[in-house]
């Protein structure tokens, strides 16, 4: 247990009570790149911390289709919302690599919680950001066109870069198309034709492992 102290650490922090007490609470679990760990609307209250892998958060819609809710990396966690309400699972959680995970019974957790306001606090704080990106997402897809939630994410998921003392932003690694394309409800092909018409403008360029938005300002004013 002690050689993922470090991936618990990332969420529960460096109390060293609290991390014995976490420890004492959760099992280890492996599993292998394309196993669902969650299904929507299973019965159960499991929380989950990821310790090593990625995985993705996937809601079916009533056609079958799967929107993309968000990935998950070490140190976070996944699974609070039906211990905490009581709830069906809400999304899939399938893995994208092959994975370990800390699981904690439901009530379990809550009592940790309970017990250690700062815990309280951290889950407080996921939920709150789960809740305003969903939000967000959930405006762009009814109010944006497949273009504009295509640029929106871009400037989303880059960060900022000094070159040559004009600002710029960078995505790094380049996105895959497929996975872009399930990120804002669209396709490969319009991913690609919007990446393609923003190098045409001069506002991207392609690096062999990055984009590089030259002008976020025009870009952020083409999203509609």
Request: aromatic share 6%.
């Amino acid at each position: 247990m002690t050689a993922y102290t470090d991936s618990l650490s990332l969420f529960f922090g460096n109390n060293e009570n609290l991390l014995k007490a976490v420890m004492a609470l959760c099992s280890i679990k492996n599993f292998k790149a394309g196993d669902t760990i969650l299904a929507q609307e299973d019965e159960g209250d499991e929380v989950f911390c990821l310790l090593e892998g990625q995985v993705r958060a996937l809601v079916l819609s009533i056609e079958g289709h799967e929107i993309w809710l968000d990935d998950f990396g070490p140190g976070e966690i996944f699974g609070e919302m039906a211990a905490i309400g009581g709830f069906e699972r809400s999304s899939n959680i399938v893995a994208l690599t092959n994975l370990t995970v800390a699981v904690f019974p439901g009530n379990q957790f809550l009592a940790l919680m309970r017990k250690e306001g700062s815990l309280g606090l951290k889950v407080s704080e996921v939920l709150v950001k789960r809740i305003r990106a969903t939000t967000q997402r959930m405006f762009e897809l009814s109010a944006l066109s497949a273009p504009g939630r295509v640029y929106a994410e871009l400037l989303r998921i880059s960060e900022a870069l000094e070159e040559e003392g004009v600002e710029t932003r960078i995505i790094k690694p380049v996105p895959v198309a497929a996975t872009f394309a399930l990120s804002v409800n669209s396709t490969r092909e319009t991913v690609k034709r919007a990446i393609s018409d923003l190098k045409r403008l001069g506002l991207i360029r392609r690096e062999e492992d990055a984009l590089i938005i030259l002008a976020p300002k025009k870009l952020g004013g083409l999203i509609n």
